[in-house]
């Protein structure tokens, strides 16, 4: 549109010609739930999360979106980090996030919904993304975070007798469902 507004009514010429950026995924927000519960430290699944977090940070810096880290285990939901541009992120800030304590699965996907409702408030036309990594061992059937535009859960489960709640919360919530190895190995 604007390259035709340059140009009028004369004949075109490169000096008529405006371009529009693409810029990724710029509008949108990433808000990580992870699970800091004592089942996580279980064959390392924590320091395995961790690693995707700072993967999936480091893409979300690319597309130049913003990020949020939520923290969860024990009784308690932390935001660890407010949303904001990925590239205030810094590995060395998940090296002091520990783990232990029981799993307050309910409290973290609300912890986390609220990030994203308070965002939503703020920057309606952004979207939303809610990725919740856990294990699943948590009898507790949180709600679908309303605020949310989309949510992938990825599955740390690896115990030779699944649960399954992780594939079982996504169905209910219509969300993507993937597990650890599979975002790990891509």
């Known amino acids: 549109m604007q390259t035709l507004l340059a140009k009028r009514n004369r004949a075109l010429d490169a000096t008529h010609l405006r371009f529009h950026r693409e810029r990724g995924d710029s509008g949108a927000l990433h808000c990580f739930v992870l699970d800091c519960s004592g089942s996580m430290l279980s064959g390392k699944r924590l320091a395995l999360a961790k690693g995707l977090v700072v993967a999936l940070f480091d893409r979300a810096y690319r597309e130049r979106a913003e990020v949020a880290l939520v923290c969860f285990g024990g009784a308690t939901a932390q935001v660890r980090r407010e949303p904001g541009a ?38 309606p036309s952004q979207r939303r993304f809610l990725w919740l990594l856990t294990d699943g061992r948590s009898p507790e059937t949180p709600l679908r975070p309303d605020a ?31 597990t650890a190895v599979s975002m790990t190995s891509a």
Do not use: M
């Not at 699965?105 to 990030?115: E, I, K």
């Open 86 to 123: 990925a590239h205030w992120w810094n590995d060395r800030w998940l090296a002091p996030i520990g783990g232990g304590g029981g799993t307050p699965l309910a409290l973290g996907v609300r912890t986390g919904a609220n990030v994203l409702a308070k965002a939503a408030r703020h920057q």
């Open 148 to 178: 949310a535009d989309q949510i992938v859960i990825v599955d740390f489960e690896s115990e030779a007798v699944r649960l399954g709640r992780c594939i079982k919360l996504a169905e209910s919530w219509q969300a993507d469902y993937r």
